[in-house]
């Protein structure tokens, strides 16, 4: 009862083993409430889940799922790199005022900048591939402007006693000294890629992806079939924030320490 009771106490931190047990009676009642609120339109689990084995005897789903995956890694690859060169040079006077207008486009939509994007671009990729790397850096300099804003003074100060230069600090202190937690930015903002895969892959269907399968679903209604490719991508954007997840702890041990 004592256990029960700790469910529901404010601020309480639960064992591993209490959170799990957790999570899996809150899945099991989920899946349940979507079985007894299903049918009609709405595909049941059990018609959800028959519909992963079908989407995976579709003879192009590997090519779709290696086309989405390709996709997103390199629109990361490219948006992690940018966003670390604002952000770096954002403490640089003349760069400052470049780093916050692009933070401000996080409130630019997409949709109407399409028609430029496709302009300036000379095939289907770099569409997809421009329009994901524009909405992802808003998003990934925002939050390293935030890590370098709550950086303390006093790291600052005591370069300048070791009688560091302007640039040097930047290196120890920003850059080599907020490794971990660019590390944990990039794991935060994955999820963001994940969420604008679909749109921009439906923008050029001509090199498929889960998100060309979800739209055709979705034009002849297989509703079960865009619940199987949305559970599909939601399992990869948490395999993925797992194993990113794993790699942060692995390359900066110390913190474990900062996890609760």
Excluded at 121 to 127: A, D, F, I, P, V
Aim: a positive charge; proline letters at 3%; charged letters at 15%.
């Amino acid at each position: 009862m004592d256990k029960i009771k700790a469910f529901f106490e404010p601020l309480r931190i639960l064992d591993k083993r209490a959170m799990m047990l957790l999570v899996i009676a809150e899945v099991i009642m989920a899946v349940l409430l979507w079985q007894l609120s299903g049918g009609g339109l709405i595909p049941t689990p059990a018609k959800v889940f028959s519909a992963i084995g079908t989407i995976f005897s579709y003879p192009d789903f590997i090519d779709n799922l290696f086309a989405s995956l390709t996709l997103t890694i390199k629109g990361m690859f490219f948006s992690i790199v940018i966003a670390l060169f604002i952000s770096y040079l954002s403490i640089v006077p003349v760069f400052q005022p470049i780093a916050r207008f692009i933070v401000k486009c996080r409130y630019l939509t997409l949709t109407g900048l399409i028609f430029l994007f496709t302009l300036l671009t000379s095939n289907g990729h770099q569409l997809k591939l421009s329009l994901l790397i524009f909405g992802i850096v808003p998003f990934f300099v925002t939050s390293l402007l935030s890590v370098i804003e709550n950086i303390n003074k006093q790291e600052f100060e005591l370069c300048t006693t070791l009688r560091m230069n302007k640039w040097q600090q930047l290196w120890e202190v920003i850059i080599i000294g907020r490794l971990d937690q660019v590390f944990e930015v990039m794991r935060q903002n994955f999820a963001i890629a994940w969420l604008m895969i679909t749109s921009v892959e439906g923008l050029s269907m001509s090199e498929g992806g889960l998100g060309v399968m979800l739209i055709k679903a979705n034009k002849y209604v297989q509703l079960d079939i865009v619940f199987a490719t949305l559970l599909i991508i939601f399992a990869l954007g948490i395999f993925f924030d797992f194993i990113l997840g794993l790699f942060r702890h692995w390359l900066f041990p110390y913190t474990k320490l900062e996890t609760r």
